[in-house]
T-cell receptor, first 112, second 115 residues
């Protein structure tokens, strides 16, 4: 069964303090691994899709990497506006092409 | 470009009543999805429309839930009769193609509370 586990559940950082969020996954035939950002009272907002091990993508202070078992979301010199819940999700090739499987998320809080 | 619109944003109903949630996808997006998050759990898939056809409804919890997408535009999700365990946030999303390249665009969700 496809599964996504994220750690830590919550992370508090000082502004400028870099760190990484982890996403471990089990999926039959990975078609894509997604990172989303979710602010309170809003729906998830798409950040990246990674397709194969070794791939990296960057957006501002965020960089996502992918291995065969894990993905990391690296946050470099974060600012308070980076505070949000970050969700990892996978889409498997052998399950329905319709659904993506979400992890429970990491709540990131950046203190000024 | 207008985003995905959902309403109502909040709904509080009594157990046994009926509630209908509505989703307006981004214009031109043939793919429309319903997901939900119940308290303390992950966001989970409910179903997927391609235009007006149900492509996959494997995530629908039971026959108290009925989704429609007449004319391939907006979609409704009806819960009848509502039970306490149906409480949660219901998200609608739409995508261009499968959503692999550009991701899904989610609405802000409808928070449903059954009392």
């Amino acid at each position: 069964e496809d599964q996504v586990t994220q750690s830590p559940e919550a992370l508090r950082l000082q502004e400028g303090e870099s760190s990484s969020l982890n996403c471990s996954y089990t999926v039959s035939g990975l078609r894509g691994l997604f990172w989303y950002r979710q602010d309170p009272g809003k729906g998830p907002e798409f950040l990246f899709t990674l397709y194969s091990a070794g791939e990296e993508k960057e957006k501002e202070r965020l960089k996502a990497t992918l291995t065969k078992k894990e993905s990391f979301l690296h946050i470099t010199a974060p600012k308070p506006e980076d505070s949000a819940t970050y969700l990892c999700a996978v889409q498997g090739g052998y399950s329905s092409a319709s659904k993506i499987i979400f992890g429970s998320g990491t709540r990131l809080s950046i203190r000024p | 470009e207008a985003g995905v619109t959902q309403f109502p944003s909040h709904s509080v109903i009594e157990k046994g009543q009926t509630v209908t949630l509505r989703c307006d996808p981004i214009s031109g997006h043939d793919n429309l999805y319903w997901y939900r998050r119940v308290m303390g759990k992950e966001i989970k898939f409910l179903l997927h429309f391609v235009k007006e056809s149900k492509q996959d409804e494997s995530g629908m919890p039971n026959n108290r839930f009925l989704a429609e997408r007449t004319g391939g535009t907006y979609s409704t999700l009806k819960v009848q009769p509502a039970e306490l365990e149906d409480s949660g946030v219901y998200f609608c999303a739409s995508s261009q193609g499968t959503g692999l390249i550009y991701g899904y665009t989610f609405g802000s969700g409808t928070r449903l509370t059954v009392v």
